[in-house]
Protein backbone atom coordinates (compact mmCIF):
# COMPACT_ATOMS: atom_id res chain seq x y z
CA UNK A 1 0.00 0.00 0.00
CA UNK A 2 3.11 2.80 1.11
CA UNK A 3 4.58 1.86 -2.86
CA UNK A 4 0.98 2.69 -4.14
CA UNK A 5 0.89 6.12 -2.40
CA UNK A 6 4.70 6.71 -2.83
CA UNK A 7 3.83 6.41 -6.98
CA UNK A 8 0.89 8.56 -6.68
CA UNK A 9 2.99 11.38 -4.50
CA UNK A 10 5.58 11.23 -7.13
CA UNK A 11 3.11 11.78 -10.03
CA UNK A 12 1.50 14.17 -8.29
CA UNK A 13 4.55 15.83 -7.51
CA UNK A 14 5.96 15.23 -11.12
CA UNK A 15 2.60 16.52 -12.37
CA UNK A 16 3.16 19.83 -10.62
CA UNK A 17 6.41 20.55 -11.49
CA UNK A 18 5.65 19.76 -15.34
CA UNK A 19 2.48 22.23 -15.02
CA UNK A 20 5.25 25.05 -13.60
CA UNK A 21 7.41 24.55 -16.54
CA UNK A 22 4.83 24.87 -18.80
CA UNK A 23 3.46 28.22 -17.28
CA UNK A 24 6.84 29.53 -16.63
CA UNK A 25 7.34 28.83 -20.22
CA UNK A 26 4.27 30.69 -21.21
CA UNK A 27 5.16 33.58 -18.93
CA UNK A 28 8.74 33.68 -20.48
CA UNK A 29 6.90 33.81 -23.90
CA UNK A 30 4.35 36.52 -23.29
CA UNK A 31 7.76 38.99 -21.26
CA UNK A 32 9.33 38.60 -24.63
CA UNK A 33 5.97 39.39 -27.28
CA UNK A 34 5.51 42.46 -24.60
CA UNK A 35 9.08 43.63 -24.71
CA UNK A 36 9.50 42.90 -28.20
CA UNK A 37 6.05 45.04 -28.79
CA UNK A 38 6.74 47.95 -26.68
CA UNK A 39 10.24 48.02 -28.24
CA UNK A 40 8.76 48.12 -31.53
CA UNK A 41 5.85 50.64 -30.85
CA UNK A 42 9.06 53.02 -29.50
CA UNK A 43 10.40 52.69 -32.29
CA UNK A 44 7.17 53.73 -34.33
CA UNK A 45 6.53 56.51 -32.21
CA UNK A 46 10.31 57.85 -32.65
CA UNK A 47 9.79 57.59 -36.56
CA UNK A 48 6.59 59.35 -36.47
CA UNK A 49 8.35 62.32 -34.63
CA UNK A 50 11.70 62.71 -36.56
CA UNK A 51 9.28 63.04 -39.79
CA UNK A 52 7.31 65.50 -38.34
CA UNK A 53 10.29 67.39 -36.53
CA UNK A 54 12.37 67.99 -40.15
CA UNK A 55 9.75 69.70 -41.40
CA UNK A 56 8.40 71.76 -38.53
CA UNK A 57 11.84 72.98 -37.86
CA UNK A 58 11.65 74.71 -41.07
CA UNK A 59 8.40 76.95 -40.77
CA UNK A 60 9.15 80.03 -42.14
CA UNK A 61 12.47 79.23 -43.55
CA UNK A 62 13.13 81.73 -46.86
CA UNK A 63 10.06 83.20 -46.22
CA UNK A 64 8.54 86.67 -45.43
CA UNK A 65 5.58 87.48 -43.49
CA UNK A 66 3.08 84.65 -41.51
CA UNK A 67 4.53 81.61 -42.06
CA UNK A 68 1.80 79.89 -41.38
CA UNK A 69 -1.46 79.24 -43.52
CA UNK A 70 -3.91 76.46 -41.13
CA UNK A 71 -3.18 75.91 -37.47
CA UNK A 72 -5.99 73.41 -36.03
CA UNK A 73 -5.48 70.14 -34.02
CA UNK A 74 -4.96 67.82 -36.70
CA UNK A 75 -3.78 70.03 -39.85
CA UNK A 76 -1.13 72.61 -40.29
CA UNK A 77 -0.22 74.00 -43.63
CA UNK A 78 3.10 76.43 -43.73
CA UNK A 79 5.63 77.72 -46.12
CA UNK A 80 9.00 76.81 -46.14
CA UNK A 81 12.13 76.03 -47.71
CA UNK A 82 11.93 72.46 -47.11
CA UNK A 83 15.31 71.77 -49.32
CA UNK A 84 18.77 71.53 -47.75
CA UNK A 85 21.22 74.39 -48.93
CA UNK A 86 22.84 72.81 -52.08
CA UNK A 87 20.12 70.45 -53.42
CA UNK A 88 18.23 71.48 -56.26
CA UNK A 89 14.83 73.89 -55.40
CA UNK A 90 16.86 75.09 -52.54
CA UNK A 91 15.78 78.80 -52.25
CA UNK A 92 12.19 77.97 -53.30
CA UNK A 93 9.67 78.59 -50.77
CA UNK A 94 7.09 75.60 -50.29
CA UNK A 95 3.80 75.36 -48.80
CA UNK A 96 4.09 72.22 -46.50
CA UNK A 97 0.99 70.67 -45.30
CA UNK A 98 0.11 67.86 -42.56
CA UNK A 99 -2.77 66.54 -42.25
CA UNK A 100 -4.28 63.19 -40.27
CA UNK A 101 -6.52 60.66 -42.43
CA UNK A 102 -8.96 58.39 -40.39
CA UNK A 103 -8.67 54.45 -40.58
CA UNK A 104 -10.33 54.52 -43.89
CA UNK A 105 -6.23 55.18 -45.46
CA UNK A 106 -4.88 53.00 -43.20
CA UNK A 107 -3.69 49.49 -45.19
CA UNK A 108 -1.74 46.59 -44.03
CA UNK A 109 -2.69 46.67 -40.79
CA UNK A 110 -5.76 45.22 -38.40
CA UNK A 111 -5.97 47.69 -35.94
CA UNK A 112 -9.10 49.50 -36.76
CA UNK A 113 -7.86 52.91 -34.79
CA UNK A 114 -4.64 53.66 -37.08
CA UNK A 115 -4.48 56.99 -38.68
CA UNK A 116 -2.35 58.53 -41.13
CA UNK A 117 -0.19 61.73 -41.43
CA UNK A 118 -0.07 62.86 -45.01
CA UNK A 119 2.22 65.36 -45.75
CA UNK A 120 1.78 67.23 -49.05
CA UNK A 121 4.06 70.09 -50.93
CA UNK A 122 2.84 72.47 -52.81
CA UNK A 123 -0.79 71.28 -52.99
CA UNK A 124 0.58 68.21 -55.24
CA UNK A 125 2.81 65.92 -54.39
CA UNK A 126 1.29 63.70 -51.88
CA UNK A 127 3.11 61.38 -49.38
CA UNK A 128 1.04 59.12 -47.35
CA UNK A 129 3.78 57.18 -45.47
CA UNK A 130 2.86 53.76 -43.63
CA UNK A 131 0.25 54.19 -40.21
CA UNK A 132 3.21 52.86 -37.85
CA UNK A 133 0.07 52.25 -35.73
CA UNK A 134 -0.44 55.91 -35.09
CA UNK A 135 -4.13 56.55 -33.72
CA UNK A 136 -4.31 59.92 -32.63
CA UNK A 137 -2.58 63.14 -33.72
CA UNK A 138 -2.89 66.51 -31.99
CA UNK A 139 -1.31 69.98 -32.70
CA UNK A 140 -1.42 73.16 -30.34
CA UNK A 141 0.39 76.55 -30.89
CA UNK A 142 1.61 78.75 -28.63
CA UNK A 143 2.99 82.36 -28.68
CA UNK A 144 6.41 83.44 -27.89
CA UNK A 145 4.64 83.61 -23.79
CA UNK A 146 3.57 80.34 -24.07
CA UNK A 147 0.10 81.15 -24.26
CA UNK A 148 -1.97 78.99 -26.36
CA UNK A 149 -2.88 80.76 -29.56
CA UNK A 150 -5.21 80.50 -32.89
CA UNK A 151 -3.92 83.57 -34.31
CA UNK A 152 -2.02 82.64 -37.36
CA UNK A 153 1.12 85.95 -36.92
CA UNK A 154 1.25 85.05 -32.99
CA UNK A 155 2.34 81.17 -33.09
CA UNK A 156 5.79 80.49 -32.12
CA UNK A 157 5.60 77.44 -30.79
CA UNK A 158 3.81 74.45 -32.57
CA UNK A 159 3.37 71.38 -29.94
CA UNK A 160 3.07 67.80 -31.44
CA UNK A 161 1.32 65.06 -29.42
CA UNK A 162 0.60 62.00 -31.07
CA UNK A 163 -0.61 58.34 -29.36
CA UNK A 164 0.83 54.74 -31.12
CA UNK A 165 -0.99 51.51 -30.92
CA UNK A 166 0.60 48.13 -31.99
CA UNK A 167 -0.17 47.54 -35.89
CA UNK A 168 -1.56 44.17 -35.13
CA UNK A 169 -3.20 43.66 -31.56
CA UNK A 170 -2.06 40.33 -31.02
CA UNK A 171 -4.00 38.28 -27.73
CA UNK A 172 -2.29 37.78 -25.10
CA UNK A 173 -0.71 34.61 -23.95
CA UNK A 174 -2.25 34.36 -20.53
CA UNK A 175 -5.55 36.35 -21.12
CA UNK A 176 -6.72 35.69 -24.29
CA UNK A 177 -7.61 39.35 -24.90
CA UNK A 178 -5.58 42.03 -27.15
CA UNK A 179 -3.28 43.83 -25.06
CA UNK A 180 -3.75 47.44 -24.80
CA UNK A 181 -0.63 49.01 -25.03
CA UNK A 182 0.27 52.41 -26.42
CA UNK A 183 3.06 55.02 -26.78
CA UNK A 184 2.67 58.38 -25.98
CA UNK A 185 4.76 61.27 -27.82
CA UNK A 186 4.95 64.96 -27.27
CA UNK A 187 7.38 67.33 -28.33
CA UNK A 188 7.51 71.30 -28.66
CA UNK A 189 9.56 73.03 -31.14
CA UNK A 190 10.46 76.03 -31.75
CA UNK A 191 10.87 76.82 -35.31
CA UNK A 192 13.26 79.76 -35.75
CA UNK A 193 12.02 81.65 -38.64
CA UNK A 194 8.77 82.72 -36.92
Known sequence: ????????????????????????????????????????????????????????????????????????STRIKFYADINAPGTAGHGVVDVVEYVVLDSTHATGTSNSRDA????????????????????????????????????????KYVKAEFWVEPTEKIPNILTGTPDSTFTYWEMTINPRNI
Open 1 to 72: MSVLLDIFGSTFIGGMILLLIIKLNLYSASVSYNSDNELKLQQNAKTIAEILNYDLRKIGYNHTGTAILVAD
Open 116 to 155: VVTRIVNNTDSIAGPSLGLVKLRFSYFNSAGVKTTVLDSI
